[in-house]
């Protein structure tokens, strides 16, 4: 069964530092999410992502987050300069155009921020 | 605003035992409830939908209009239903939120006890 994939597992860097987070998603999904999960939180929305463009982004999307998808198969997250409080599992999920609730999520990736 | 709650935060019952899961939401509106399930080491995966009112694993949920509420339950717990449950929301195709972006609640912990 298909499954969306997310690289790496788990990403440790400093405090300023940039980093991209990655995601396969499902082939023939087109509607893409990104979502984070800090340690004892809920799991919160960040931006949702449809014909290359984003669809709707939470007030945590802020200008130190930015979205892509360079090839047509990935699709990145991206933290320009990262702050102790972007520690989290970031999730990734994608959607088929039938099903647009049905989200299939990626195993995480494990941000720590030091 | 939209807000889901999940009160307990950790469930115990013994295998056989009923459960019960509760959630309760916050919206104007008739939204889509979801109960997302993830298993230890496993990623989230959807467990069922209000609209589908179908039975998963032997878990039912009933969306309760009056009460805002959509608990989820199963009359005999198994000991491989112990993982995390998730309590989510996503307000109506036709009220702007396009893709399905979605709400969750802070998760119940469930321990099904042999």
Not at chain 1, 44 to 55: C, D, K
Not at chain 1, 91 to 109: I, K, R
């Amino acid at each position: 069964e298909p499954e969306v994939t997310q690289t790496p597992s788990h990403q440790v860097t400093q405090m300023g530092q940039e980093v991209i987070l990655r995601c396969v998603p499902i082939s023939n999904h087109l509607y893409f999410y990104w979502y984070r999960q800090i340690l004892g939180q809920k799991v919160e929305f960040l931006v949702s992502f449809y014909n290359n463009e984003i669809s709707e982004k939470s007030e945590i999307f802020d200008d130190q987050f930015s979205v892509e998808r360079p090839d047509g198969s990935n699709f990145t997250l991206k933290i320009r300069s990262t702050k102790l409080e972007d520690s989290a599992m970031y999730f990734c999920a994608s959607s088929w155009v039938g099903g647009l609730n049905e989200q299939y999520f990626g195993p995480g990736t494990r941000l720590t921020v030091t | 605003a939209q807000r889901v709650t999940q009160p307990e935060k950790l469930l115990s019952v013994f295998k056989g035992a009923p459960v019960e899961l509760k959630c309760n939401y916050s919206y104007s509106g008739s939204p889509e409830l979801f109960w997302y399930v993830q298993y230890s080491r496993q990623r989230l995966q959807l467990l069922l939908r209000h609209i589908s009112r179908e039975s998963i694993k032997g878990f039912t949920a009933d969306l309760n209009k009056g009460e805002t509420s959509f608990h989820l339950k199963k009359p005999f717990a198994q000991e491989e239903d112990s993982a995390m449950y998730y309590c989510a929301l996503s307000p109506p195709l036709d009220r702007g939120s396009t893709l399905g972006r979605l709400y969750f609640g802070r998760g119940t912990q469930l321990t099904v006890w042999p």
